[in-house]
């Protein structure tokens, strides 16, 4: 039989096909049913470059398959219903990707801090949310747009209403289609709505509330809910700095909050003062941003690297290495000491100097700028900021514990902001002296989780 003849057969069978209608209907029925598996449980959790070269060869082994079984066996098995149904199923996947990134709904979630809604999101990082800024556009998706409260290098935060609920909320915009285009813009969609996900599981007293995600007009947004006060970067310089005890309780609020995203299974990577909100007058503190959040997952070892803020970013992360919650623990030691001392650690005035510093200059004792904070504090502030993760605190809830006992022990402060109560496990008596006794060098201190 000619390789045409065959073809031929594969995809019609003809009046010289094998009598095995039945048979062949069978497997045509299997083949799809296999096909529609696939397509149902396999594709979804693959990237679509991915799903697709995957389909294509499964498509080609079919036929070849098909060829054979006919070739030599003289059985004909339709190769065609399951490739036929490999691509419509893959047009259908991609528009169902177009369609539901124009309104993913997010689970809301209650805050247990404060009265109902009381809204969030910061302003970005340096620019002081303006008053009375025109918003470029009057709605985005079923949310009205009040007013810009800032803007960034991807997009705008605005403030906005949701008139089904009669909730204010902040609304984080990303230009998407202005960085990526073809397969990249396709990927860093599904990317955004991913991680906006991420963060909407999240649920804890002093991580931001995430409400919703969609795209209009192109422009994908992140609807969280909206807080009164102010983000922590007003607090990292001079005359503006707070009490000692109030910073304590703040970055041990943080910790604790870290602790509880890590037990999800997400890293921040981006924890800097900016990305934190602070309202004394409600005891309220926030942690935002988790925009650039992933699933810890050791597939992705790379993925992200070069996100975050270099000042902040932990070596491991500067170094494009697979990150942890311990890398988020070292960026809250940075922002620990520059909420201290009104200076960071480390500072260059090149990236190249600044990646060598991080990497390889041990951080300076936070008393050589403030010598009177107590050396246990400056001992916490020194184990944040080792090098080695496995040395370096384990996980948030620790560091949390040791800030809340250094403050114990300092003088009341007028105007700090109250410790947290609720789910605040009490510091033991001994925690921070039973840290300290342990050298720095020691890997007992912290193994690897």
Sequence with gaps: MSASHTLVQIFTGGLSAPDSSVGSLVAACLSLIGVALYLRVAVPSMRPRAAALCSGVIAIA???????????????????????????????????????????????????????????????????????????????????????LGRGAMGAVYLGHDPKIGRQVAIKTMALSQEFDGAELVEARARFFREAETAGRLQHRDIVTIFDAGEDQDLAYIAMEYLKGHDLQRHTSGADLLPVPMVLNIVARVADALAYAHSQGVVHRDIKPANVMIDPSEDSVKVTDFGIARITDSSRT????????????????????????????????????????????????????????????????????????????????ALALEKRPEVRYAEGRQFAEDLRVIAGALVPEVGGLPAASGDVTPPKSDGFAATVKLSRTDPRHNPSP
């Design 302 to 381: 790379r993925t992200g690297m070069v996100l975050g803020t270099p000042s902040f970013m932990s070596p491991e992360q500067m170094a494009g290495r697979r990150v942890d919650g311990r890398s988020d623990l070292y960026s809250l030691g940075v922002m620990l000491f520059q909420l201290l001392t009104g200076q960071l650690p480390h500072a260059a005035d090149s990236m190249a100097k600044l990646m060598y510093q991080i990497a390889n200059d041990p951080a300076p004792d936070v008393r050589t700028v403030r010598p009177d904070l107590p050396e246990t504090l400056a001992n916490a502030v």
């Design 62 to 148: 079919a036929m070849g398959t098909s060829w054979a079984l006919l070739e030599f066996a003289s059985a004909w098995w339709p190769a065609w219903p399951a490739a036929l149904g490999l691509l419509f199923g893959h047009l259908g996947l991609g528009a169902a990707r177009t369609s539901s990134a124009s309104g993913v709904k997010l689970p809301a979630k209650t805050p247990s801090i404060s009265p109902p809604v009381k809204s969030t999101t910061k302003s970005p990082a340096s620019i002081p949310p303006p008053a009375t800024v025109t918003p470029d556009r009057a709605s985005l998706g079923r949310y009205r747009i009040d007013r810009q």
